[in-house]
């Protein structure tokens, strides 16, 4: 494969840092955005290159559109080219509030990093593909979104996110069909219960939930790691699903069976 570039939002840490380092497996090229941990990010930088790849640590915060315009413009200047987008970047409710108490500040901020970022960011992007002639092998670009199995579980003391979620999902369906017709497929990654930060606060609950209770919630009884989704970001950089755009990979231990 020829050396591809990619910008993975929110890389410095969790499932984006996993990304990076499974694209890196692939001598894949990466600017690692992060949007205030430099030091994670520079971590991040170390373990791309000793996994075969390279790249640079990118600061910018996906909820402010002139860090997305110069998240692009600085990719580009050092690359010269964006093979792949992951919008990965997203943050989880500060406080878990019951429905009918949740705030507007949260939902405020979750809409802003977690469903505008990436839209007006996959906007930018698809832009740069555009105009960008394929490479060698024929490939444009690829645009990967990772959502979350809040796209259709209802969770009441986190219901932005849940929402903006479910937005991120028929963004990948829009996006998918506008730009399928430049060559240009686009996937929707929705991730189960990962081991990351995020995770971290609510660990003893899910402890419970996966390893301990029969049965657990998800068939494969393990904690996802960054890992699993990196694995997954990396065979769509690979290309190995070119008829399918808009399609959703469930990489979550079997948590969305319906089981009886
Ligand atoms: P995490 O460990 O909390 O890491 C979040 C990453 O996003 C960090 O690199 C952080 O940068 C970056 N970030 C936060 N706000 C940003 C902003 N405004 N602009 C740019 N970067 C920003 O989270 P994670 O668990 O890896 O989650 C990554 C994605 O997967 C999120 O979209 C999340 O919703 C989704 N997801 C997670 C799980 C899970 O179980 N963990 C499950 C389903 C979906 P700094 O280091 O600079 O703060």
């Not at 105009?131 to 690829?142: C, M």
């Not at 929707?188 to 003893?204: F, L």
Request: aromatic letters at 6%.
């Amino acid at each position: 494969m020829a050396t591809k570039t990619a910008l993975v939002t929110g890389s410095s840490r969790g499932i984006g840092r996993g990304t990076a380092v499974e694209l890196a497996r692939a001598g894949t090229r990466i600017a690692i955005n992060y949007a205030g941990n430099a030091e994670a990010a520079n971590e991040t930088l170390a373990l791309v290159r000793a996994a075969g790849g390279d790249g640079f640590t990118l600061q910018g915060d996906v909820a402010v559109a002139a860090d997305r315009e110069r998240l692009v413009a600085e990719t580009v200047a050092r690359f010269g080219r964006i093979d792949l987008l992951v919008n990965n970047a997203g943050v989880a409710p500060k406080v878990r509030a019951d429905l009918l108490d949740a705030g507007e500040e949260s939902f405020d901020r979750l809409f802003a990093i977690n469903l505008k970022g990436p839209f007006f960011l996959s906007q930018l992007a698809a832009k740069q593909m555009l105009r960008q002639e394929p490479d060698a092998e024929g490939f444009r670009g690829r645009i990967v979104n990772i959502t979350s199995i809040s796209v259709y579980t209802a969770s009441v003391n986190r219901g932005d996110y849940c929402m903006v979620k479910a937005g991120l999902a028929m963004m990948t369906k829009l996006f998918a069909d506008r730009l399928a017709r430049d060559g240009i497929n686009v996937y929707e990654i929705r991730p189960g219960v990962i081991a990351t930060d995020m995770t971290g606060a609510v660990k003893e609950k899910y402890d419970k939930l996966i390893l301990q209770d029969q049965p657990g919630i998800t068939p494969i009884r393990r904690w996802g790691q960054p890992s699993d989704i990196g694995r997954a970001v990396r065979a769509i950089l690979e290309d190995r699903f070119p008829f399918s755009t808009g399609a959703v990979f469930d990489v979550d231990g079997g948590f969305h069976l319906h089981r009886l």
